[in-house]
């Protein structure tokens, strides 16, 4: 569960109990709020982390990544490109042409994914 962590100053007790799934009491003063994010964006996310990287950086993990799925059981490998095609075509491409995916089977997995 991806959550959204908001702090607030709070002057507790320190035998305080936290609510079922609500707050956390961290250390000193201060309490961490945990909510579900209403709408995940990991593809999103992801993908933007991914274009923010130089084209080298990229390059390199692209180089290292795919590697590393060419070596997957063949179904694991073509789920996770599909996930990593869905955050960016050129990201998923790269991906799928170093691990020797079928790139076709991936666009049409990462079709049926939703942000």
């Known amino acids: 569960?991806?959550?959204i962590r908001t702090f607030r100053h709070a002057r507790l007790a320190a035998t305080a109990?936290?609510?079922p799934g609500k707050l956390f009491?961290?250390?000193g003063e201060y309490i961490t709020e945990q909510k579900k994010i209403r709408r995940e964006q990991n593809?999103?996310?992801a993908g933007e982390l991914f274009r923010g990287y130089d084209r080298k950086t990229q390059d390199d993990l692209i180089a290292s990544l795919?590697?590393?799925l060419a070596e997957a059981e063949d179904e694991s490998k073509h789920i996770m490109l599909s996930y990593f095609y869905k955050t960016g075509a050129r990201y998923g491409e790269g991906l799928a042409k170093v691990a020797e995916g079928d790139l076709e089977r991936v666009r049409a997995?990462?079709?049926g994914l939703s942000d």
Do not use: I, R, W
Request: hydrophobic content about 50%; charged content about 5%; glycine content about 22%.
């Open 109 to 111: 997995l990462a079709a």
């Open 66 to 68: 795919g590697g590393a």
């Open 25 to 27: 009491y961290g250390a």
């Open 1 to 3: 569960m991806a959550v």
């Open 17 to 19: 109990s936290p609510g």
């Open 43 to 45: 593809f999103k996310q």
